[in-house]
């Protein structure tokens, strides 16, 4: 799957929360209807044959659209389902041991420092993941990056970098001028209604911050 700046505009990142009636397949193909250029997977309940079966429903819409797929964490669930790679915190298996198990596969580290993101980048990640940008209910224990740092850290690696964390249709905007290649959003895609419109109009938004 290939991989570019322009494969972050659009960083759809799962969250069961706000499915009520609906599958997540169902949410996630409205993402893509809309324009999402990327999809992550993030689970962190479901047991792996119930976890294995979502991603497989989901890698079909993916391929579909051939937008890539990637799960967060959890490698063997990649694995089994073939997925086109995984995206890993600070905390998890680092990107130089994931390399080795997942061959050529996409790697994304999420770094809140140039440091982290530079090794990131020399044991292999092919995108870095910043953030929290602003303070968000979805991972509580998140610490905000400045807008310097993260400019900061778009200018010291030669890989895609996407910004996350309590980015919304309000405040895409404020990431002008950083350097980012898109956005990475939760909520303000799948606790919306009308996920086909608010994926449209998110990705007009993050096309006009990228492009200023």
Not at 3 to 23: E, H, I, P, Q
Not at 41 to 55: M, Q, S
Request: glycine share 8%.
């Amino acid at each position: 799957m290939k991989l570019d700046k322009n494969t972050m505009l659009l960083y759809a990142v799962t969250d069961r929360t706000w499915l009520g009636d609906r599958s997540l397949a169902d949410q996630v193909e409205d993402t893509l209807k809309g324009g999402a250029t990327f999809i992550q997977l993030r689970e962190k309940d479901l047991d792996f044959d119930d976890f294995v079966k979502e991603a497989q429903a989901i890698k079909k819409l993916t391929d579909a659209y051939k937008i890539p797929f990637v799960i967060n964490d959890a490698v063997e669930v990649a694995l089994a389902v073939d997925a086109d790679g995984v995206h890993v915190g600070q905390d998890d298996i680092d990107a130089g041991e994931l390399r080795k198990r997942i061959g050529d596969k996409i790697i994304g580290v999420s770094a809140d420092t140039v440091e982290l993101a530079l090794k990131a980048e020399a044991d292999g990640a092919d995108y870095i993941g910043v953030g929290a940008i602003y303070s968000t209910a979805t991972k509580m224990d998140a610490e905000v990056v400045a807008f310097e740092t993260i400019a900061a850290i778009c200018q010291a690696v030669s890989i895609p970098v996407v910004a996350i964390g309590g980015l919304n249709e309000t405040n895409i905007h404020t990431l002008t001028g950083t350097g980012v290649d898109g956005v990475a959003l939760v909520s303000a895609i799948f606790a919306k209604a009308d996920i086909i419109s608010a994926t449209q109009e998110l990705r007009s938004l993050s096309e006009a911050m990228t492009r200023s």
